[in-house]
Nanobody, 120 residues
Framework: QVQLVESGGGLVQPGGSLRLSCVASGFTFRISSMGWYRQAPGKEREFVAVITSAGGTTDYADSVKDRFTISRDAAKNTVYLQMNRLKPEDTAVYYC?????????????WGQGTQVTVSS
């Protein structure tokens, strides 16, 4: 099994910044990618950003491009999400996501989530 623990959420004013962290533990071999999703009240969970293990390729939702940056520390099995110029519409619970590709198939894991609130 894989355990994911997020941290770094909180309350921030519009235009401010936060840095989320997600540490993976357990069976952390053959990680294909790690990423972030978010879910606002009354809405479905949506993709935010992802980074691949091979090559560190990144991808972002259009709504966060040029404001958020995803990065990783492979040695620490940790992924980060630097969020700048935050907007009220970024308010959501942010979830860490990890994909492992094994011979038997692809396995997906989720963290418990960390709340980000952008408000004045």
């Amino acid at each position: 099994q894989v355990q994911l623990v997020e941290s770094g959420g909180g309350l921030v004013q519009p235009g401010g910044s936060l840095r989320l962290s997600c540490v993976a533990s357990g069976f952390t071999f053959r990680i294909s990618s790690m990423g972030w999703y978010r879910q606002a009240p009354g809405k479905e969970r949506e993709f935010v950003a992802v980074i691949t293990s091979a090559g560190g390729t990144t991808d972002y939702a259009d709504s966060v491009k040029d404001r958020f940056t995803i990065s990783r520390d492979a040695a620490k099995n940790t992924v980060y999400l630097q969020m700048n110029r935050l907007k009220p519409e970024d308010t959501a619970v942010y979830y860490c996501n990890l994909l492992r590709r094994l011979t038997a198939g692809t396995y997906e894991y989720w963290g418990q989530g960390t709340q980000v609130t952008v408000s004045s």
